[in-house]
């Protein structure tokens, strides 16, 4: 296999408070039999590492490592190295231990957890003060402790945010930071999400709108002969999934319903052919004392995500597409039949790496068929 394709996996593993720089010994890396990563536009990063052996010494090590019984956390880095160039592939805590034990005497271990973000969904701080009532000055706030664990806030402003009044009572938490934060997304219409890496121990806190715009990664491509780098790829297109969307507001004790545009400026049309709304849907705002402006802006993410009526799922080989796919950001499609090639977003991506194999499955979506333009990037 050329060089450019070699892929090569380390995993570091460290205290919680404490950049993972110790990678598993060659034993235990013998030993694994899986890695797992999952992820998706929403929520958090979930991996898996599974071992299994028949060497006491060797499993020891392994209890030793990831601390079993002890109930400490352990940080653990998963790192994959492709043609030389190195992809973080989850940076997170061991939240679960499984052990089983044959008759024969050969022992399996896994080793499940999740990004980050689980440290910050730990302490209940309710009523303690805020700083500011403005959601941007407070999310980085909450955000700043966690810079010792190489979280690098990336907060876009918000045009709906609040601003200090000195009419009003100084803000208080109301639980904890990763409940504070993301409950702060949902109130502008935003996302939060730990991105890991681009270095090993650093993550990426995005605290922002799901834009739909970036530069196209490679495109799946079918039906080119050499030049395929997928096998197949399944399409669902939900002819009547698509709504018109309405919200009911409440104006001086008058409630007044009206319909919003189907889609979200941030959010452009992936499509030529968006699927027409055959439907009328009532958008539920869940705090009915919100501005107008605020529940039209939440009526407006809440109306783009319900709009992808078409959707594509496939699994593809890491070595064969020549890197690893990404979610939250634009793939290209060709070969697929001209109703379907052309752009999509990357709204999930799981990746298992097991020895001498390294495959991803994915889900994509957009809101309708026929491409914006008939060539994608190659």
Known sequence: MPAARTLHLTILIGAVGQTPTTPLSRDAIEALTGASVQSQSEGRTGFQLSFESERRRVVDELLRVFQYGVGAAVRVVILATLGGVLHVLSDGVVLQHQHAVTAAGKTSLAFTGEDLSVLMDL????????????????????LAPYAALGVVPRVIPSPLSDFDDPTVGTPVHTGTDYAWISNAARKVGYIFVLEPGPTPGQSTAYWG?????????????????????????????????????????????????????????????????????????????????????????????????????????????????????????????????????GLYYVSRVSTELRRGQCSQSFSLKRSGAFPLQPRVSA
Do not use: C, M, W
């Open 209 to 341: 709108p799901e834009v739909q715009v970036s530069a196209a990664q490679p495109a799946l491509t079918l039906g080119a002969g050499l030049a395929n780098n997928i096998a197949a790829l399944s399409f669902t297109h939900q002819t009547q999934q698509h709504a018109l969307p309405r919200i009911t507001l409440k104006l001086d004790n008058t409630s007044v319903s009206f319909p919003l545009p189907d889609h979200n400026p941030l959010r452009p049309p992936l499509t030529a052919v968006p699927q027409p709304p055959v439907r009328v849907q009532e958008l539920a705002v869940e705090d009915g004392n919100l501005a107008p402006a605020r529940a039209i802006v939440l009526g407006l993410a809440q109306a783009a995500r319900a709009s992808d009526s078409v959707s594509a799922s496939g699994q593809l080989d890491v070595r064969s597409y020549g890197r690893f796919l990404r979610p939250r950001l634009l793939v290209g499609v060709r070969g697929a039949s001209l109703p379907y090639d």
């Open 123 to 142: 302490i209940d701080r309710k009523g303690a003060p805020l700083p500011s009532r403005n959601d941007y000055v407070q999310v980085n706030t909450l």
